[in-house]
């Protein structure tokens, strides 16, 4: 999955640490659950608190559980589809999507010589 909120087996813990060192509503990110093999779970930050929603894959896309009270079911070709929705205030969340927490790439360069004691010999 090639997207950039999605950051595959994060646990739970480490999620919350990344949603809420900013301490801004509506920063999110989509994981793998840790207790229910090939669910994803959409985690938001709330006031200091993350809340998390569950994904279930469908042989015709996405969909997502409102909450426990809910058996209604959204169901979305795609994941971008399904974020698209919730980016928009009043569409069942606690609060909408605002700021995507994208993850690392282990390919970025950004930080290669941060604390780096080798030196490159320039060729002219």
């Known amino acids: 999955m090639d997207l950039p909120y999605y950051h595959g087996a994060l646990t739970k813990q480490e999620c919350e640490i990344l949603l809420l060192k900013e301490g801004v509503n509506g920063n999110f990110l989509i994981r793998d659950s ?38 209604r079911k959204l169901i979305f070709p795609t994941l ?10 009043g569409q069942g969340l606690v609060v909408h999507l605002s700021k995507p927490i994208k993850r690392r790439s282990q390919l970025a360069t950004d930080n290669v010589y941060e604390n780096s004691d080798d030196y490159v010999d320039v060729l002219p």
């Open 34 to 71: 840790e207790s229910i093999p090939g669910v994803l779970c959409l985690c938001v930050s709330f006031n200091n608190c993350v809340y998390t929603y569950r994904i279930f894959r469908e042989k015709y896309g996405y969909f997502k559980i409102q909450n426990a009270d809910s058996a």
């Open 80 to 89: 971008e589809e399904l974020v698209s929705k919730f980016e928009k205030p």
